[in-house]
């Protein structure tokens, strides 16, 4: 139907956070402000169920490819998932869209490696390799072009001598100079010395921490490593999924989950309110050095201060100033578990240079509401927040009420950025993935596009509970 200039038209806003679909009057010519992006695939109907700003859509482009961890896409298109498999073989997925709608037609299981725990998490391309982790082994094999499985046997990169723990991702970034960094995140909440009694005390210092709570720099193309071979680059980090190299900055980022039962350890001090809603999880920029405090402080986003942790004499109260703070506080127990940093010239200028990140979900918030179960986006500039997160993509908990994590119909889990600008999405628990597109104008992009996510800030996964009224019954 053609539109002519200065024709009154209704628009019906699909893409909004609020129950009901909301009229909004629009003037003027609506085909040039938001012109036919003809580059681009057709989006779901529904943008596969999906709540993204307006001008954005979605499309499912793979359904149930397995239980899916982080993702990368190829500069020609083709995907490639770690999937979460505990043992066998076989632990990558390739897809491919040999049609050009976008959807994936061609699903590969593909991987000569036993896995070794179910959380196997990375997948990154980078200088022609394809580089993956099960929980102990970093390998990478060579993408030939026309080729959708790496041919060979994988190389071994890294192993961790250590046995199979908790938290036991191996997260990997790249610099610019043959640098490869990965996660050794520590076993427990904060190095708890199990001979304690009556009050639960930490050890001091952490042994831990001579290995784990932190990240380590490799050599990129180094095969048969082990953590002696590395060196120790930063400390004092509990738990890093997400990691990722900025290229604005040329340094290292990541965001790190922070500890848990604060109600536990002390009583007296903290609620369990305190214990839903505290500690922070921690966007950190990363330099060589630097010292997060783990396990002998937590960091409060609400008094934006690191407090000494309860094992090591803290009350809710004590300060420390010892120990480097992160560029941002998030919302506690979300479980942030991928970081990216937009390139892309597809998206409105202000999304450039930003970070995207994958909440994962809370799983030990109550007596409230499970939280997190979104994708979130933080304005940068010259490498630091410009402004507060804001939720990106909203409509994966399926329910408005999570009660437990099980509840939740899908856990946004790995981000990355297609050759076009593209943002795809996997999630965990089904193995389905999204493709985020703009199909409005980017120079028109503005606070009114914005507007409609504003209601998704009043969802109980994730608004700060109510002490009282938002108590689960």
Same mark, same amino acid.
């Given at each position: 139907?053609?539109?002519?200039?200065?024709?009154?038209?209704?628009?019906?806003?699909?893409?909004?956070?609020?129950?009901?679909?909301?009229?909004?009057?629009?003037?003027?010519?609506?085909?040039?402000?938001?012109?036919?992006?003809?580059?681009?695939?057709?989006?779901?109907?529904?943008n596969g169920g999906l709540v993204l700003p307006d001008g954005f859509a979605a499309l499912v +482009?793979?359904?149930?490819?397995? &239980?899916?961890?982080?993702?990368?896409v190829n500069d020609n298109g083709d995907i490639y998932i770690k999937l979460r498999i505990a043992e066998g073989d076989r632990g990558n997925m390739a897809l491919r869209d040999t049609t050009g709608d976008g959807r994936i037609d061609?699903?590969?299981? @593909?991987?000569?490696?036993?896995?070794?725990?179910?959380?196997?998490?990375?997948?990154?391309?980078?200088?022609?390799?394809?580089?993956f982790s099960s929980e102990l082994v970093i390998y990478r094999q060579k993408l030939t072009p026309g080729h959708l499985v790496p041919e060979g046997s994988p190389e071994i990169l890294v192993r961790d001598v250590y046995p199979i723990r908790w938290h036991n991702a191996k997260s990997l970034a790249f610099d610019n100079e043959g640098g490869m960094y990965v996660t050794f995140s520590a076993p427990t909440n904060a190095c708890e010395d199990p001979r304690s009694t009556n009050v639960v005390r930490?050890?001091?210092?952490?042994?831990?921490?001579?290995?784990?709570?932190?990240? $380590? &720099?490799?050599?990129?193309?180094?095969?048969?490593?082990?953590?002696?071979?590395?060196?120790?680059?930063?400390t004092g980090?509990?738990?890093?999924?997400?990691? /990722? $190299?900025?290229?604005?900055?040329?340094?290292?980022?990541?965001?790190q989950h922070g500890r848990d039962y604060l109600n536990n350890r002390l009583p007296q001090a903290y609620s369990d309110w305190d214990n839903a809603n505290l500690p922070a999880e921690e966007f950190v920029q990363i330099d060589q050095g630097d010292d997060f405090g783990w396990p002998y402080t937590y960091y409060d986003h609400y008094k934006k201060q690191r407090m000494i942790a309860p094992e090591y004499g803290g009350d809710g109260k004590k300060t420390s100033d010892r120990y480097k703070h992160p560029i941002m506080g998030l919302p506690a127990h979300w479980a942030p578990n991928d970081l990216l940093f937009y390139q892309?010239?597809?998206?409105?200028? &202000?999304?450039?240079?930003?970070?995207?990140?994958? @909440?994962?979900? /809370?799983?030990? &918030?109550?007596?409230?509401?499970?939280?997190?179960?979104?994708?979130?986006?933080i304005p940068?500039?010259?490498?630091?927040?410009?402004?507060? $997160?804001?939720? @990106?993509?909203?409509?994966?908990?399926?329910?408005? +009420?999570?009660r437990e994590m099980k509840d939740a119909k899908y856990r946004p889990m790995g981000l990355s950025e297609g050759p076009d600008g593209s943002l795809y999405i996997s999630e965990s628990r089904q193995g389905k993935i999204w493709r985020v597109i703009f199909r409005g104008d980017p120079e028109l992009f503005g606070d009114q596009q914005l507007a409609g996510m504003e209601k998704c800030l009043e969802r109980s996964y994730v608004k700060t509970p109510d002490k009282t009224k938002d108590r689960l019954k």
């Open positions: 139907m053609k539109i002519f200039p200065g024709l009154l038209i209704t628009v019906i806003l699909l893409i909004s956070c609020k129950n009901e679909p909301e009229t909004a009057v629009v003037t003027g010519d609506f085909e040039a402000s938001i012109p036919f992006r003809g580059d681009l695939p057709d989006p779901d109907d529904d +482009v793979a359904d149930s490819v397995g &239980r899916a961890r982080h993702l990368a061609i699903y590969e299981r @593909f991987g000569d490696y036993p896995n070794d725990g179910a959380f196997a998490t990375e997948m990154r391309i980078h200088k022609g390799y394809l580089y930490g050890f001091y210092p952490c042994p831990e921490l001579e290995v784990f709570g932190g990240i $380590w &720099r490799f050599d990129e193309a180094g095969l048969e490593q082990t953590q002696a071979d590395g060196e120790r680059y930063a980090l509990r738990s890093v999924v997400g990691i /990722s $190299w900025n290229p604005q900055t040329n340094s290292l980022y990541a965001v892309g010239d597809q998206f409105p200028p &202000r999304y450039k240079h930003g970070a995207f990140i994958a @909440f994962h979900g /809370s799983t030990n &918030r109550g007596p409230y509401p499970q939280a997190g179960y979104v994708v979130a986006f940068m500039e010259n490498g630091l927040p410009s402004g507060p $997160w804001e939720i @990106f993509a909203d409509g994966f908990t399926g329910v408005d +009420v999570v």
